[in-house]
């Protein structure tokens, strides 16, 4: 019972995850002007973060019993986006503000990387559990 547990966290994790980073992201700056996209983002962002660590560290615990890499690999997942919530998202943020768009352009590709990394950990536990 854990193990199918484990295995929808982690589902939920990586289908949260893409559908957020490609679909609605890119969505609201389709639908709505790039002013109002940008605001509606800063809003969204520290909630999407909050959902990956707390779906992460669910499925990290749901894991545990079952499979210790897949259960670090979550653990890893959760632990390094406590620092893109508190300190990436809001130097992108500064940056945006400043109008630094180089600082903006490397930041947001850094995080941009870490979601990439996020998405495939979770995709590569999901692989190892079914």
């Given at each position: 019972m854990t193990l199918s547990v484990a295995v929808l966290f982690t589902a939920l994790l990586f289908g949260g995850m893409t559908l957020y980073s490609f679909g609605f992201a890119a969505f609201l700056f389709t639908a709505?002007?790039?002013?109002?996209?940008?605001?509606?983002?800063?809003?969204?962002?520290?909630?999407?973060?909050?959902?990956?660590?707390?779906?992460?560290?669910?499925?990290?615990?749901?894991l545990w019993p079952h499979d210790r890499l897949s259960a670090a690999l979550m653990a890893l997942v959760a632990v390094t986006t406590v620092p893109t919530?508190?300190?990436?998202?809001?130097?992108?943020?500064?940056?945006?503000?400043?109008?630094?768009?180089?600082?903006?352009?490397?930041?947001?590709?850094?995080?941009?990387?870490?979601?990439?990394?996020?998405v495939a950990a979770a995709g590569f536990v999901l692989v190892r559990l079914v």
């Open positions: 709505l002007p790039a002013d109002t996209a940008g605001l509606a983002l800063r809003r969204a962002f520290p909630l999407f973060y909050l959902f990956v660590i707390a779906t992460a560290m669910l499925a990290s615990a749901f919530k508190q300190a990436l998202m809001p130097a992108i943020n500064r940056a945006t503000d400043s109008g630094q768009r180089r600082q903006f352009k490397w930041l947001h590709g850094l995080s941009v990387a870490i979601t990439l990394a996020h």
